[in-house]
């Protein structure tokens, strides 16, 4: 089943009950204050790479997050 989440802005179609990290696995993400690209690196929540501001909350871990319904995910943090 697909469900829908607004990403950056734009609303795509991802598959339920996966995490926000896998949505946003192979997608140019967001970069260090040093110009260095970040991702989800450990995959559990220890080393906050993957961090995005979920529903105007910042500093999530995509790792830790699976997608819902209606999710408003900005990857600026």
Same mark, same amino acid.
């Given at each position: 089943?697909? *469900?829908? *989440? ?6 795509? #179609?991802?598959?339920s009950? *996966? ?25 559990m ?9 979920v529903?105007? #909350?910042p ?17 600026d943090?």
């Amino acid at each position: 089943m697909l *469900i829908r *989440i607004e990403l950056d802005g734009t609303v795509r #179609q991802v598959p339920s009950g *996966i995490s926000l990290a896998a949505v946003l696995a192979g997608l140019p993400g967001r970069r260090s204050a040093s110009g260095e690209p970040r991702a989800a690196l450990c995959g559990m929540g220890v080393c906050f790479e993957c961090r995005v501001t979920v529903d105007g #909350q910042p500093h999530q871990r995509a790792c830790q997050l699976p997608v819902r319904e209606g999710m408003v995910v900005q990857r600026d943090v």
